[in-house]
């Protein structure tokens, strides 16, 4: 070997013995190695090809099975195999898991409550969800191999309602980004279209319920980390509250932030399991498991249809409610498709009687800033800390990052520039309030969302709007690495955060590359808006999901539960009713 061959391979070696010391390499590759090493130990049935038995139970409702297993005409192992297998099948195709706990919670289904709401029922978990002996790494290397002491809240209420958890799901690290993707358990992939994300940060539990890898499961929202996935997926969830669903005991990349309050909700493959799931946690009494629970028993009056004489061969109307319709949050504006979907909606609701108006509300864009303010307040530095040198991050995350740590002279002159220069006013305000503050000037912004609070109370309560009905995003799922320009489009989730609003999302049509060109005239009218639209390409995204969102006021769970089920009955009746992925 030559003198320089052998410098070469000398530095290669010092180089390679640096890297192992900043970023141990054995961190990704041993979890890695520990989730393939527990999917081969699992016992050969969950090896075999989905049988008839099998596709029986996957067909079966939340309610059904729980009927089955009280009347013990079915049996919780069954249902765990059957959900088990498909589990398995889904991660496969989208790499959607982190923790496999199959062969634990066989002993879990043998021992569950039998008779209670949620009997025999298999729940998968967001990796942050606390499970007694099981990691909750959340993508942080330096927190692997750390299983946890004890089982949050949540898990304590589900498995006293007899439910059976059995996977959790994959998350990007610091759970500040919508998409999927993390150096510990790599990229998770949207089930209907492999090259674009299922979304995040509760994409892994999004990608296994599209898939019917689970019927249920629950994920986080800080920002839309339940709603996006759910658009993205073609799945259902209702974002909830503060103080309505268990939250307490778990993990998360940003503790003490409430400046935006963060939330667990549930997820569901369709709109009856998730209703069914909602009266099961709530009926549980959850104030009894969570101190940060409100006394609130689920409330069931409200119906779609008031009691009414039907003559035969009318057609069942559901009670008016009126409904105003946000079109544009004035930042990024819906593509073609997205709005299509919205126009679909609203269009099917006056056709049935519903009262539909243009909703005239406080300044989304303002109520965006505030939002972003809040959240990038530390400037970023709770979320990252974990991170070990070398450890990717998601690049939208990163660059939002890099902003709010530039020196003030630095941006002062860019924001400038993009102001005077670009004539780029949306963006500017943005980049205003991207930088770390102390506790003088986080206080004022505090009161910035109170007053922003009280003036969308009032302007409901004024025109008397029951729902909001909007997009959940401007685009469908973005291809991967989406986030880079995607990062600072969350406006039509992130707004419903800041007022802490309940909001649902739910599936209506899919993309179709003919109807959803983007027409030769757009312009983008911001650098955001440009920065999106670059990745609008309706003939790549044919077939993916697209979904609407629909809000209430604050703690209006069973409201906008039933908000959801109007739209849905309406697309049933207009034969146009969503139809699930087949796997």
Not at 144 to 167: I, N, T
Request: charged share 25%; aromatic share 8%.
């Amino acid at each position: 070997m030559s003198s320089i061959s052998t410098r070469l391979v000398c530095s290669t070696s010092v180089i390679d013995e640096v890297k192992l010391i900043l970023h141990p390499p054995d961190a990704s590759t041993a979890k890695q190695a520990e989730r393939k090493n527990r999917i081969d130990e699992l016992p050969a049935q969950y090896k075999e090809p989905i049988r008839p038995k099998d596709a029986s139970i996957l067909g079966q409702s939340i309610a059904s099975l729980v009927k089955g297993v009280q009347s013990s005409e079915m049996d919780p192992s069954d249902i765990l195999t059957a959900y088990g297998k498909q589990a398995l099948r889904a991660h496969a195709r989208t790499n959607c898991l982190t923790e496999i706990m199959i062969l634990s919670a066989e002993t879990w289904a043998k021992e569950c409550n039998r008779k209670g709401p949620l009997s025999g029922v298999p729940v998968s978990l967001k990796d942050t969800v606390a499970v007694n002996g099981w990691d909750s790494s959340i993508g942080y290397s330096a927190w692997a191999g750390k299983p946890m002491e004890k089982d949050c809240a949540l898990v304590r209420l589900l498995r006293d309602a007899g439910a059976v958890p059995y996977v959790k799901t994959n998350i990007p690290i610091t759970l500040m980004s919508g998409e999927t993707s993390n150096d510990l358990f790599g990229r998770t992939t949207n089930p209907h279209k492999l090259t674009h994300t299922s979304g995040g940060s509760s994409g892994g539990e999004a990608a296994l319920l599209a898939f019917g890898g689970s019927r249920i499961g629950v994920g986080t929202d800080v920002a839309g980390s339940v709603r996006l996935p759910a658009h993205w997926s073609g799945v259902y969830t209702i974002k909830a509250s503060v103080g309505r669903f268990p939250r307490t005991g778990n993990t998360t990349g940003i503790p003490g932030q409430e400046g935006v309050p963060p939330v667990y909700s549930p997820m569901a493959r369709t709109l009856e399991d998730l209703g069914t799931f909602w009266r099961a946690v709530v009926g549980m009494r959850p104030w009894e498991y969570d101190y940060s629970c409100l006394v609130m028993p689920w409330d069931d009056s409200h119906s779609l249809f008031s009691p009414q004489e039907v003559l035969p061969g009318s057609i069942l109307r559901p009670d008016k409610r009126k409904w105003g319709v946000l079109w544009d949050d004035g930042v990024v504006a819906p593509s073609p498709a997205c709005k299509r979907a919205l126009q679909t909606v609203v269009d099917i609701l006056r056709k049935s009687g519903q009262e539909v108006v243009d909703l005239n509300a406080p300044s989304p864009y303002e109520g965006f800033k505030i939002a972003s303010q809040l959240l990038i307040a530390d400037g970023g530095r709770t979320a990252t800390k974990h991170i070990r040198s070398g450890e990717s991050n998601d690049t939208g995350v990163v660059q939002a990052l890099r902003m709010a740590s530039l020196p003030c002279w630095i941006k002062r002159l860019y924001i400038w520039y993009v102001r005077y220069i670009k004539r780029d006013e949306i963006y500017a305000g943005i980049l205003d309030g991207f930088h770390e503050r102390n506790v003088y000037d986080y206080w004022p912004l505090v009161a910035k969302r109170e007053d922003y609070r009280r003036r969308w109370f009032e302007m409901l309560q004024e025109q008397k709007i029951d729902f909001v009905l909007t997009v959940p995003h401007s685009m469908p799922a973005l291809p991967h690495n989406g986030m880079k320009d995607g990062v600072k489009s969350f406006g039509y989730t992130l707004l419903f955060n800041l007022l802490d609003y309940t909001a649902g999302v739910l599936p209506v049509t899919h993309v179709n590359a003919l109807q959803d060109e983007l027409p030769r005239t757009f312009r983008p009218r911001n650098n955001i808006e440009k920065s999106v639209y670059k990745m609008y390409d309706a003939k790549a995204m044919d077939g993916l999901p697209v979904g609407v969102q629909v809000i209430g006021k604050r703690l209006e769970e069973e409201k906008v539960l039933c908000g959801m089920n109007i739209i849905e009955y309406c697309l049933d009746l207009e034969g146009i009713a969503y139809k699930p992925l087949d796997a």
